[in-house]
């Protein structure tokens, strides 16, 4: 029998006239990472406020190891951890003082609290850094000791609020390896991001939200078979050429193309693989030259793009966690 860590019924969030999450039904096995997707303003955010009990819910219901969120809130904090988008810890401190002082606010004694902080700086590749200020910490290592401090007491739940949103790829790899760091150890992690990457790589089941709705949910895997067709991928010689190219593809496929972090590429639906030569036909036709074109499974991107009918990208900003 699964064991859920959260599971809610028809959740409902409005502020005033504004309906932020409109019925969100999650069921969230212990010991995964679940994530939740979609841009800013979907309501994910809100849909994890009311879950780690930071505001109630206007209607429905939702429960975290079995305890009610409204009305065994206490019992609900006592099982989380909560790192929001912002970094908690404080600069002027060092690593290892952070982690002691935390650990020492939590109950610990003086040199427990110590021999954990080593043992999490340890965990989370900052034992070079554990005596340096914090402030003099790059992005990548404040997001893993702010992560490292919401675990000084082990959690059972771990709510994780775009963890690794303003970093860099190198920075976010490195909070990665923390989070994956804290599911080898038996915690559930509930992440919340924008970026498809990250949930492709770090969720074991997603769930997409937008517009305060749970619009599909599944494993990566599911929800990119659930497009039923696959991506073709182009890369132009010329980026100057990129939008003209866009327009012959999405005339070709007569499907959006989305733009690729890679300023000369481009990525679009493929419904019928016969397109995918009629489109290489079309560029040599426009003089457009083609460094490289390939055929695969759709990305996390494009299957947003397919059940939304737009990108996961930040539109109306929510509160954040912090």
């Known amino acids: ?11 409902r969030k409005t502020f005033g006239g504004t ?13 995964t990472v679940y994530g939740v997707l979609g841009p800013n303003g979907a309501g994910k955010t809100t849909t994890m406020r009311m879950l780690a009990t930071l505001v109630r819910p206007t209607s429905g219901r939702a429960r ?10 206490d019992a609900v904090r006592a099982r989380i951890s909560l790192t929001g988008q912002y970094a908690s810890v404080d600069g002027e401190l060092t690593g290892a003082q952070n982690l002691t002082l935390m650990g020492r606010l939590l109950g610990h ?17 900052l034992e070079e850094a554990a005596d340096r200020q914090v402030k003099r ?3 990548g290592m404040r997001r893993r000791l702010d992560i490292a401090a919401g675990i000084v007491v082990t959690p059972a739940l771990v709510f ?54 749970v619009i599909a949910t599944g494993t990566p895997a599911e929800l990119k078979q659930s497009v039923g ?22 005339d070709v496929l007569a499907q959006p193309v989305h733009h690729d972090d890679d300023p000369a590429a481009l990525s679009a639906r493929l419904v019928d693989p016969d397109r995918a030569g009629a489109a290489l036909r079309a560029f040599t036709h426009a003089g457009i030259e083609v460094s490289a074109l390939s055929v695969g499974q759709p990305s996390l991107d494009e299957v947003f793009l397919a059940l939304t009918g737009h990108h996961a990208r930040p539109d109306t900003a929510e509160e954040p966690l912090s």
Do not use: K, N
């Open 1 to 11: 029998m699964t064991t859920y860590a959260i599971l809610t019924e028809d959740l």
């Open 19 to 31: 309906v932020a999450v409109d019925g969100v039904d999650l069921a969230v096995p212990a010991g």
């Open 64 to 73: 975290v190891f079995g305890h009610d969120v409204a009305a065994e809130a």
């Open 109 to 125: 004694r003086h040199r427990a609290a110590v021999r954990r902080a080593r043992e999490l700086l340890t965990v989370f590749g």
């Open 137 to 139: 910490y790059s992005g």
């Open 160 to 213: 994780l609020d775009e963890p690794t949103t303003g970093l860099d790829p190198r920075s976010r790899g490195q909070v990665w390896d923390a989070v994956r760091a804290l599911t080898d150890g038996g915690t559930t992690v509930l992440l919340t991001t924008q970026y498809l990457e990250e949930a492709d790589r770090l969720a074991d089941r997603l769930a997409v939200i937008d517009r305060g709705r």
């Open 229 to 250: 067709a696959g991506a073709l991928r182009v890369r132009v010689q010329d980026a100057d050429r990129r939008d003209e190219a866009e327009r012959i593809l999405a």
